[in-house]
């Protein structure tokens, strides 16, 4: 008997980069030749991107491929030896993620493309590679828009960064493995069925690959563990893989008493073991797998449950994008932003506009943060408007990334919708039955989930669209007009004409922390698409919006757009360039006021926080000193004298005409008290002018 397990093999290190553009006529150097001087290329390690200064600078930045950004061919080399004990394994490359089509050399030959900038794929180096001897990998990377691979052209308010930004790795296993070419997945597919507080079934399916010459019997044992890596369920069978073929083995393990996965209140997970051994009981690979056992539904009068209760889904859009780095993100960074949401007290999260890395999903399914995943079908399915014919690939491309997205992420019990689109605003018959085909996939990919789309045209075929549930994006207060009461008033009418739960998957408004101005009139003193985004208008618009939502139960979720401030290159808004300033927290993680009114609605600890901190050259008298608190009470005191108690609404607490001292500065002081008697206090210093 042997041990044969996978062996994983860190390939992020030594890389040599160099933007291979038509302009300067690199395009046509031969790099994939393994005797290719590549010493004067830049040094990288991965993940990597190329955009990460030039996609985020603003319009002056115009270079080739369009955008303001760059978006064309780079090229990467790296040498690398693999053991020489390592021959009898085959050998398999696993990009996480690269933008956006990727062709990938071995010593000189062509080894495969993949097409598509956000999911994880693999090739197989076996017949490629030399062991115990040095070899040479070239990995072309074209982040030029196309036509047919969505996001198509220019589609999507956001910066497509190029690059191989995320990990590479390789992986060794046996002839005998779970299949790693099977859309990039685990090749596991766990399935938690017949859920009750006393028992569940957890139907497993493994799909295997016998890369050998001959017919293979195998033995497959499954265990499942609990969280405190207890053993409590398992089976083991034989299964009969063909020679040079896949095959699939299921089975189903009776779990008793399970524990569920209960969102932010108890992210409970299971693991699966799966061993595949040989005849003689060699191991062969090991497969592990987390996993949760949960329900849910949604009611359109009632909105989302969760396990049978009532579950309140309030969080945030997200874009896969650091200030430190864009898009080649280190988990470090993802550990970061998650916790500040959960911070923030949300339950659930949108991954715009595409796939995002494992890594986020595994966060989501420890911190108990729902998740709606989508599609990267943004705005358009024809780059011709006028005919608004589909390209030739476009179909089998968008078809590709949905088996990609669903297979790659099917164990994650954080994830409840996938997503088929995002504000499509082109419709013709073509478009109408391919939208309808990717929603026949999806549901036969799998048929656990509720499948949805983002719509933003609310008309005619827009609203036949299929879909278990639908999500609204609508920006009333920002694009158009939000008069007190307008957004709940149109949510009630269009929900008269849909007979489907309903959502907002997008709402907000633009916040420059430079940026201050009392009385703020939006017809006036709002420039939606300009300069003019003071942070205390977001912080008010996101006041009155929730106060409407909260009043609608049938609501199935509300997605604040968005989190962060994120790299959208041709924007010049508010105080920066290159940026949509709509998150709650500026691009550099700075929370902005509306993250804390946020935080005082959605998240029970108690917090206070003074508003307007920045506007420290004010008029006086203030119209409006405010401040966010679940206290019950808050007193204001301006240089130790006190002001009383603001006036209260929900968490919002006011005092209005507060004297400031002019060509001098107060100290502005706002404290709380909790039941449990601590007291909170918060302050700034203002100058009156």
Not at 242 to 265: D, E
Not at 267 to 281: C, E, F, N, R
Request: net charge negative; with cysteine.
């Amino acid at each position: 008997m042997s041990d044969c397990k996978r062996i994983i093999i860190d390939f992020n290190a030594d890389w040599r980069f160099l933007k291979l553009t038509q302009a300067g006529g690199l395009s046509a150097l031969p790099v994939e030749r393994p005797d290719f001087d590549d010493s004067e290329w830049e040094s990288v390690n991965l993940p990597h991107t190329w955009n990460s200064v030039d996609g985020a600078d603003g319009r002056e930045g115009v270079d080739e491929g369009g955008e303001h950004y760059y978006r064309g061919l780079g090229g990467y080399r790296k040498s690398f030896t693999i053991p020489a004990e390592l021959e009898n394994k085959r050998i398999f490359i696993e990009f996480m993620g690269a933008n956006t089509v990727t062709d990938v050399c071995i010593n000189g030959d062509f080894v495969g493309r993949h097409e598509g900038g956000y999911a994880a794929f693999r090739f197989d180096l076996t017949d490629f590679v030399r062991f115990g001897a040095e070899n040479q990998i070239c990995v072309k990377v074209n982040s030029a828009p196309t036509d047919y691979i969505p996001p198509i052209t220019d589609q999507g308010d956001f910066t497509k960064m190029g690059g191989i930004y995320r990990d590479v790795r390789l992986v060794a296993v046996s002839d005998l493995h779970f299949d790693l070419l099977d859309f990039g997945s685990s090749g596991v597919y766990i399935t938690p069925e017949n859920i009750s507080t006393s028992s569940a079934d957890i139907h497993i399916l493994a799909k295997l690959k016998n890369d050998s010459a001959a017919d293979k019997v195998v033995h497959l044992s499954s265990e499942i563990l609990d969280a405190d890596g207890r053993l409590v369920g398992a089976s083991e069978g034989p299964a009969i893989i063909p020679a040079g073929k896949s095959a699939k083995y299921n089975t189903s393990i009776s779990l008793k008493n399970p524990h569920l996965w209960n969102g932010i209140f108890d992210p409970y997970l299971y693991t699966v073991k799966l061993t595949l051994s040989d005849a003689d009981g060699g191991q062969l690979d090991e497969i592990t797998e987390r996993f949760g056992v949960r329900t849910y539904r949604v009611d359109p009068e009632n909105g989302f449950f969760l396990n049978g209760c009532y579950y309140d889904l309030h969080g945030v859009n997200y874009h896969q994008d650091s200030y430190e780095n864009g898009w080649a993100m280190t988990d470090s960074q993802r550990e970061r932003d998650y916790k500040m949401m959960r911070d923030l007290g949300c339950t659930v999260a949108r991954m715009a506009h595409y796939q995002h890395a494992k890594y986020e999903y595994d966060l989501c399914d420890r911190l108990g943060i729902c998740v709606w995943t989508e599609l990267g079908i943004v705005n358009k399915m024809s780059a011709d408007d006028k005919t608004k014919k589909i390209a030739d690939g476009f179909a089998d491309s968008a078809k590709q990334q949905l088996r990609e997205l669903i297979r790659q992420n099917y164990n994650h019990p954080s994830v409840i919708i996938w997503g088929t689109s995002n504000e499509l605003f082109q419709m013709s018959d073509e478009i109408f039955e391919l939208y309808r085909e990717l929603n026949a996939l999806a549901k036969s990919e799998d048929k656990s989930r509720l499948i949805s789309f983002a719509d933003s045209q609310f008309w005619g075929r827009f609203m036949e669209l299929p879909g278990d549930i639908v999500g609204y994006n609508r920006y009333f207060g920002w694009y158009i007009d939000g008069a007190e009461g307008a957004f709940g008033r149109w949510l009630d009418d269009y929900r008269k004409k849909e007979s489907r739960p309903i959502g907002v998957t997008e709402y907000g408004g633009g916040g420059a922390v430079s940026q201050h101005k009392d009385n703020i009139i939006w017809k006036n003193d709002i420039d939606s698409c300009g300069p003019r985004h003071p942070e205390n208008y977001q912080s008010a618009l996101h006041e009155e919006i929730w106060r409407q939502f909260a009043e609608r139960p049938y609501l199935w979720g509300k997605f604040v757009w968005c989190m962060f401030d994120f790299a959208s290159d041709g924007r010049e808004e508010g105080d920066t360039k290159g940026q949509n300033d709509k998150g709650l927290c500026t691009r550099e993680r700075v929370p902005k006021d509306a993250y804390f009114f946020y935080k005082s609605v959605w998240n029970p600890a108690p917090m206070l926080h003074l508003t307007e901190k920045r506007f420290a050259e004010r008029p006086s008298p203030v119209p409006a000193v405010k401040a966010y608190s679940n206290a019950e009470r808050v007193e204001l005191f301006v240089d130790g004298v006190s002001h009383g108690f603001g006036a209260r609404n929900g968490t919002v607490f006011t005092w209005k005409n507060i004297k400031i001292k002019i060509g001098g500065k107060s100290i502005i002081r706002v404290a709380a008290t909790f039941a449990d008697g601590n007291i909170l206090e918060d302050s700034a210093e203002w100058s009156g002018i």
